[in-house]
């Protein structure tokens, strides 16, 4: 026979001393026909309960430290991968802007991030070599530019026999200067008769020729120039196009974070409905731990109590009287039986009425 979870009833505790307030007892019962005896016993749901209350906030303890730990590694992952290599970049960027094009760029990743900083070691590279070229091109235009100024307080033109054909206004200002002071080695000379005159013209010819090697070499820097500014603005492009990745990154990485979110707010939903199952768990071992110790009680006290009993082997068959040697302190006597009796008759045990709960109810011992 199994054992029975009969009745959950409130009872007062009277054994206690000044305990007055009703608790909840758990009563389990084994009835015994053959014996005309009902075995009870109980404890109360509160110390039942203790164990589940325990584990209950054992796990959720354990829950909310591994939400905890979960976010902090979280924060610290996306701080390493994702907030400082941006950081690192906006140094850079800050040090370009300033002119500085020495800065130290770390190019070993190989995602994202990794791309954008290549990149942006490549612009850095790029306005390095083009920042030269330009100062170098500045250079060849300022002498460009003084031999020009040179050219243009002494030009004079003339054709291939000598004859001055044409002189600018600085020249024949000058010569108008110094009319007096020319005459003096040359009498009769004149600053407005020069045109039309002689001269040699041998270093306004070298002034030429440097001239036009100086303008030949400007063009083929400032060609050079024009090159790496299309290259320039190529790498600029893709400066936008890898910020353009990196924006599309930073959003994947907000919706996986409101993802997360969403996946801890189901977690800890999951946690909760695992604690509620839990305690369900924890009272029903509770209960089954109370049950199998009561039935073993209960199954030690009745061999104890079979053991006094003697039965004569060569008496008839049928049932035979036994004498009541001592009763058990934890069993109650089943209805109609008398308590100061000393012999049991088989025919009053064969009337026995099965033992129910709505006959028990009034004969309960009160523990």
Same mark, same amino acid.
């Given at each position: 026979?199994?054992?029975?979870?009969?009745?959950?009833?409130?009872?007062?505790?009277?054994?206690?001393?000044?305990e007055?307030?009703?608790?909840?007892?758990?009563?389990? !019962?084994?009835?015994?026909?053959?014996?005309?005896?009902?075995?009870?016993?109980g +404890? !109360?749901?509160?110390?039942?309960?203790?164990?589940?209350?325990v584990?209950?906030?054992?796990?959720?303890?354990?829950?909310?430290?591994?939400?905890?730990?979960?976010?902090a590694?979280?924060?610290?992952?996306?701080?390493r991968?994702?907030?400082?290599?941006?950081?690192t970049? %906006?140094?850079?960027?800050?040090?370009?802007?300033?002119?500085? !094009?020495?800065?130290?760029?770390?190019?070993?990743?190989?995602?994202?991030?990794?791309?954008?900083?290549?990149?942006?070691?490549?612009?850095?590279?790029?306005?390095?070599?083009?920042? &030269?070229?330009?100062?170098?091109?500045?250079?060849? #235009?300022?002498?460009?530019?003084? #031999?020009?100024?040179?050219?243009?307080?002494?030009? %004079?033109?003339?054709?291939?026999?000598?004859?001055?054909?044409?002189?600018?206004?600085?020249?024949?200002?000058?010569?108008?200067s110094? =009319?007096?002071?020319?005459?003096?080695? $040359?009498?009769?000379?004149?600053?407005?008769?020069?045109?039309?005159?002689?001269? &040699? #013209?041998?270093?306004?010819? =070298?002034?030429?020729?440097?001239i036009?090697?100086?303008?030949?070499? /400007?063009? +083929?820097?400032?060609?050079?120039?024009?090159?790496?500014?299309?290259? #320039?603005?190529?790498?600029?492009? &893709?400066?936008?196009?890898?910020?353009?990745?990196?924006?599309?990154?930073?959003?994947?990485?907000?919706?996986?974070?409101?993802?997360? /979110?969403?996946?801890? +707010?189901?977690?800890?939903e999951?946690?909760?409905?695992?604690?509620?199952?839990t305690?369900?768990?924890?009272?029903?071992?509770?209960?089954?731990?109370?049950?199998?110790?009561?039935?073993?009680?209960?199954?030690?006290?009745?061999?104890?109590?079979?053991?006094?009993?003697?039965?004569?082997r060569?008496?008839?068959?049928?049932?035979?009287?036994?004498?009541?040697?001592?009763?058990?302190?934890?069993?109650?006597?089943a209805?109609? =039986?008398?308590?100061?009796?000393?012999?049991?008759?088989?025919?009053?045990?064969?009337? $026995?009425?099965?033992?129910?709960? /709505?006959?028990?109810?009034?004969?309960?011992?009160h523990?």
């Amino acid at each position: 026979m199994g054992a029975l979870i009969a009745l959950v009833q409130r009872a007062c505790d009277c054994n206690l001393i000044g305990e007055t307030r009703p608790r909840t007892k758990v009563v389990y !019962y084994e009835p015994l026909p053959e014996w005309g005896r009902l075995l009870a016993g109980g +404890a !109360y749901d509160d110390e039942l309960r203790h164990d589940g209350i325990v584990l209950r906030n054992i796990t959720l303890g354990a829950a909310l430290a591994m939400m905890v730990i979960l976010s902090a590694l979280l924060y610290l992952m996306t701080r390493r991968l994702v907030a400082r290599p941006l950081q690192t970049a %906006m140094r850079v960027f800050g040090r370009i802007g300033e002119g500085h !094009y020495d800065n130290r760029i770390t190019t070993d990743r190989r995602d994202e991030i990794g791309a954008l900083l290549r990149a942006l070691d490549a612009m850095q590279t790029s306005l390095a070599t083009r920042t &030269e070229a330009d100062a170098r091109t500045a250079n060849e #235009a300022l002498r460009i530019k003084r #031999a020009l100024d040179k050219a243009s307080t002494n030009m %004079m033109v003339a054709d291939k026999d000598g004859t001055i054909v044409y002189m600018n206004d600085a020249v024949t200002a000058m010569m108008r200067s110094a =009319e007096d002071a020319m005459r003096q080695d $040359l009498p009769g000379f004149r600053a407005d008769g020069l045109l039309g005159s002689h001269f &040699e #013209a041998q270093r306004s010819a =070298e002034a030429a020729t440097e001239i036009k090697r100086l303008i030949s070499d /400007s063009v +083929a820097r400032v060609d050079g120039g024009v090159t790496l500014a299309k290259e #320039a603005g190529q790498s600029m492009h &893709e400066i936008v196009a890898s910020f353009q990745q990196v924006a599309g990154l930073v959003t994947e990485i907000a919706d996986a974070s409101r993802e997360q /979110s969403t996946g801890i +707010a189901q977690v800890s939903e999951a946690v909760m409905q695992m604690d509620d199952v839990t305690q369900q768990n924890a009272a029903l071992v509770a209960e089954a731990a109370a049950a199998a110790k009561s039935l073993e009680e209960q199954a030690r006290t009745l061999a104890g109590t079979v053991a006094v009993f003697k039965v004569e082997r060569d008496l008839a068959p049928g049932p035979a009287s036994a004498r009541t040697v001592a009763r058990p302190s934890n069993a109650a006597f089943a209805p109609g =039986e008398a308590s100061t009796a000393t012999r049991a008759k088989p025919a009053m045990m064969r009337r $026995l009425p099965a033992p129910a709960v /709505s006959s028990v109810e009034d004969e309960w011992e009160h523990f």
